[in-house]
């Protein structure tokens, strides 16, 4: 019973299309986050949500956008897909502890190819 | 801005074997530091987080970690490590009141039969 779940799994898209990846949690958590990872490189930010309704912009979020419209989806969407967007897409929901750090919980990452 | 170094790119040992990964980090203030494994295929799973308090942390599976102000690092450590602990190891860093990880470039843990 996976807590984070994303959807595709993989995308295959082309240049200047629309795409939009998909997150649904069943933890129940306040915060959800979208990252990139690239090849041989660490997770980078790309937006966050403190709860439904709320996104904010985090450390990369140039040519992305995201939605939140309930406490367990969270959305990403590529308005004109490009190359350099290539990547795997990794959702999480966080716990947000008291001290204001979360435990992050992660999805299974999708895969995501634009030609 | 905080920023995380993990000097080690690739780390290997044989089953058995004990093994510190290094992270190095730079942020003027209090942080949370935590370390997470993701192996080959999968997202990435929580090992162990620290604040404040006894500078060493206990983990999942064995692992632990050490902070030390003066060298600003947060090692994470195995006494014996097992095949199963072959993944990739990525420390993050995040300011408190915030929820947002910077993470390192990631060690990939091959632990040889």
């Known amino acids: 019973e996976a807590a984070v779940t994303q959807s595709p799994r993989n995308k295959v898209a082309v240049t200047g299309g629309k795409v939009t990846l998909s997150c649904n949690q069943t933890?129940?958590?306040?915060?959800m986050y979208w990252y990139r990872q690239d090849t041989g490189h660490g997770l980078r930010l790309i937006h966050y949500?403190?709860?439904?309704?709320?996104?904010e912009k985090g450390d990369i979020p140039d040519g992305y956008k995201a939605s939140r419209p309930s406490q367990e989806n969270f959305s990403l969407i590529l308005e004109l897909a490009t190359p350099s967007q290539t990547s795997v897409y990794f959702c999480?929901?966080?716990?947000?502890?008291?001290?204001?750090?979360?435990?992050?919980?992660f999805g299974p990452g999708t895969r995501l190819l634009v030609l | 801005t905080q920023t995380v170094s993990q000097s080690d790119a690739h780390v290997t040992v044989f089953e058995g074997d004990s093994v510190e990964l290094r992270c190095n980090y730079s942020?003027?203030?209090?942080?949370?530091l935590s370390w997470y494994i993701q192996h080959h295929g999968h997202g990435l799973q929580f090992l162990l987080k620290?604040?404040?308090?006894?500078?060493v942390v206990q983990g999942v599976n064995g692992f632990e970690a050490e902070f030390s102000k003066s060298d600003s690092s947060f090692h994470l450590r195995k006494a014996s490590v097992h095949w199963s602990d072959s993944a990739v190891y990525f420390c993050a860093v995040s300011p408190p009141n915030t929820g947002k990880l910077t993470f390192g470039d990631g060690t990939v843990l091959t632990v040889k039969p």
């Open positions: 999480a929901s966080g716990d947000a502890g008291g001290r204001g750090q979360d435990t992050q919980y």
């Open positions: 620290y604040y404040s308090g006894n500078p």
């Open positions: 949500s403190y709860g439904a309704g709320s996104t």
């Open positions: 933890n129940n958590h306040n915060n």
């Open positions: 942020y003027g203030g209090s942080i949370y």
